[in-house]
């Protein structure tokens, strides 16, 4: 059987990662983070398609391309995680395991950072650990799609 899929989706201003108010968000860049998931999509034996973009219709259109070629969706939608139902709804359509993901603790920040229109179409949420958050979100997933694997 051929290697799963995982996408990988960032949304707006963290292209800027790296330059980006590092008291808050760390000095590594996206490219960095991006690495560090092939690395450890490849020790778990799942292929990774890496994709950021500033724009929501985009990213609608990248969450629908992973119906078609992933099993299953790590989404850092950023400040669209707090205003978007188009991403919701994207989520929820394609079905796919879906883990929201936040480099911050978005909980211990702003007021207007607490809600997520994401948390509720994603089986679980992971934030404040940095780079961290995106491979432990690798792991969550892994676990879940090998499970799938096995029923
Ligand atoms: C973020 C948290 C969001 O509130 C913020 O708008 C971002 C980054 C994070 O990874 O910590 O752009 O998603």
């Known amino acids: 059987m ?35 998931c092939r690395t450890k999509a490849k020790a778990l ?20 391309e992973a119906r078609e070629k992933a099993q299953g969706l790590i989404i850092n939608a950023a400040s669209y995680t707090h205003t978007s139902i188009a991403l919701h709804d994207a989520v929820k359509a394609v079905g796919l395991p879906a883990i929201e993901v936040h480099l911050s603790n978005v909980h211990a920040r702003e007021a207007f950072r607490h809600h997520s229109y994401m948390a509720a179409a994603t089986r679980g949420v992971i934030c404040g650990f940095g780079p961290q958050s995106y491979t432990l ?3 969550a997933l892994a676990h879940i799609l090998n499970q799938k694997e096995k029923a």
């Open 45 to 64: 034996g799942f292929e990774i398609s890496f994709h950021q973009s500033n724009i929501e219709g985009e990213l609608v259109s990248l969450i629908q």
């Open 137 to 139: 979100a690798l792991d």
């Open 2 to 36: 051929s290697m799963k899929t995982i996408y990988i989706l960032n949304g707006p201003n963290l292209n800027l990662l790296g330059q980006r108010e590092p008291h808050i968000y760390g000095h590594d860049t996206l490219a960095t983070i991006e690495g560090l």
